[in-house]
């Protein structure tokens, strides 16, 4: 959803599969939080892929969407800190990533007149990791992670505690996203203009909408 975008003044992304894309490191994920359902459940690792690939199946048709990961492990029982604290012993994104220079440019062209912000669902010290590895860590004036308020997107009180915390009406804002329904949906219903993206290279069409470039 855009409007006009003459008054933006915060830009807010998300991080996984909006500023980088790594199938590696998505299966990586996928493995420790199967690992940590066959742990905590007592059973072996194949049985604990299958219940949880089977109850994020179950909780997307009682949502009719997508849910996160986090959501799935949720309703199996496992608080959010604990399966961050899998997640930040168990997934190593040194492996797969590294510096991104076209990433680097784009959000470095932005900074210089607009703010940037990071909102995602990941833990402050593995966000803090991939932020690094990509060499963007010194772009965004804050980043919003778990930690601030441990309730996973999409969530409208988190939204609203980070907008309180930015400042500024709805439309001085854009949100950026590669899942509609984790990311977007929400400020969308706050009339938040917002962009989804497929893909990294799709970032590049900020600089359009945004009047950069015509």
Known sequence: MLGNLKQVRSIVFDLDGTLYKSDG????IQNVAASLVAETRGIPLRE?????RNSRKRLAELLEEEPTLTRTCLTLGIEVPEFHRAMQAGVRPEQYLGPDLVLQALLDSLAGEWDLYLY??????LTEKILALLGVETLFRRIYTIEFNWTPKPDPETLQRILEDIGGPPHSFLFVGDREQVDLKVPQALGIPTLLVSETADLLQIHKILGIIP
């Open 48 to 52: 604990g892929r299958t219940l949880l």
């Open 25 to 28: 490191l998505a299966k990586e």
């Open 120 to 125: 995602t669902n990941n833990s402050l010290p």
